[in-house]
Nanobody
Framework: QVQLVESGGGLVQAGGSLRLSCVASGQHFSLYSMAWFRQAPGKEREFAGA????????NYADSVKGRFTISRDNAKNTVYLQMNSLKPEDTAVYYCAAGLYGSVYNTRIQRYDYWGQGTQVTVSS
């Protein structure tokens, strides 16, 4: 069993930056690929990016590529999402997710085993 807790969301102006954190409790964090998804009001939850167990592999949605960076610290059981050059369309609830032995190319919600409760990111224009 893995529990995920996100933090770091908030209100930021367009062009600004935020860093989200997701702390995992439970064992074997390093066996999980970790992903960030987001869900805007009235829209489906969508994949933003993922990182492999070692941190060596990453994959990003086209909409965030070049602006968002995922990293992880296995010693701290934590995954991060650094978001730069934020746009109003990035406004959403951001969720972290864990997939046991998963691939960074898993972009479907169903491929992930555990989810956090989400953190709100609001980008004002």
């Amino acid at each position: 069993q893995v529990q995920l807790v996100e933090s770091g969301g908030g209100l930021v102006q367009a062009g600004g930056s935020l860093r989200l954190s997701c702390v995992a409790s439970g064992q074997h964090f390093s066996l999980y690929s970790m992903a960030w998804f987001r869900q805007a009001p009235g829209k489906e939850r969508e994949f933003a990016g993922a990182i492999g167990w070692s941190g060596g592999n990453t994959n990003y949605a086209d909409s965030v590529k070049g602006r968002f960076t995922i990293s992880r610290d296995n010693a701290k059981n934590t995954v991060y999402l650094q978001m730069n050059s934020l746009k109003p369309e990035d406004t959403a609830v951001y969720y972290c997710a864990a997939g046991l032995y998963g691939s960074v190319y898993n972009t479907r919600i169903q491929r992930y085993d555990y989810w956090g409760q989400g953190t709100q990111v609001t980008v004002s224009s």
